[in-house]
């Protein structure tokens, strides 16, 4: 069974700042890694995603970046503004299986 | 834009009630998934199907069933609630596998309460 390890579990930023969300995870036979945001009363809708053909992808303000070598993939949000305050999960498909295994979650509060 | 279209967004019901959480999706998606979210534990894969009367366990099927009698509707079911079952779930949605992504659409969730 995948497992995948996210942190921070909460994270305060400045408005304008950077914001950053890590993630590990174990052995994958499929290569799609996304990031869902959440906010409250919502469900969780896909932010960004990346295939590692690519070490980084980036969208905007967001970008992943993928350490293939060390199983880690990480979500960088740059001039964080207010409106990104909100629940971040990251997700890795499993050893034989294209189902995504969750991160717990990174609650993100940018503050002005 | 696909919508998921979960019934109930808040429920309150009795331990031992028989509990049914409805979900209907408006795109032809083949899957289709239910979730509890709790917090700090995340998004747990409750059960998934990929076709009309066929279903899958995922990683904490214990205490739920489902049933998939066409392909638009998902439903959850607890046959006993306990109030270890009070929690958040959400119904998604995917195309058939392709190439490896799985790309959910989720719903707004349904909170339940098991006094």
């Known amino acids: 069974q995948q497992q995948v390890k996210q942190s921070p579990q909460s994270l305060i930023v400045q408005k304008g700042g950077i914001s950053i969300i890590n993630c590990a995870y174990e052995n994958t036979a499929f290569d799609y890694f996304p990031w869902y945001q959440q906010f409250p009363g919502k469900g969780p809708a896909l932010l960004i995603a990346?295939?590692?053909?690519?070490s980084e992808k980036k969208e905007g303000r967001f970008t992943i970046s993928f350490n293939k070598s060390a199983k880690q993939f990480s979500l960088h949000i740059m001039d964080s503004q207010p409106g990104d305050s909100a629940t971040y999960f990251c997700?890795?498909?499993?050893?034989?299986?294209?189902?995504?295994?969750f991160g717990k979650g990174t609650k993100l509060s940018v503050i002005p | 834009d696909v919508k998921v279209t979960q019934s109930s967004r808040y429920l309150v019901k009795r331990t031992g009630e028989k509990v049914f959480l409805e979900c209907v999706q408006d795109m032809d998606h083949e899957n289709m998934f239910w979730y509890r979210q709790d917090p700090g534990l995340g998004l747990r894969l409750i059960y998934f199907s990929y076709d009309v009367k066929m279903k899958e366990k995922g990683d904490i099927p214990e205490g739920y069933s489902v049933s998939r009698e066409k392909k638009e509707r998902f439903s959850l079911i607890l046959e006993s609630a306990s109030t270890n079952q009070t929690s958040m779930y959400l119904c998604a949605t995917s195309v058939a596998w392709n190439s490896g992504a799985n790309v959910l659409t989720f719903g707004a969730g349904s909170r339940l309460t098991v006094l």
């Open positions: 997700a890795a498909p499993g050893a034989g299986s294209y189902q995504l295994t």
């Open positions: 990346i295939r590692p053909d690519v």
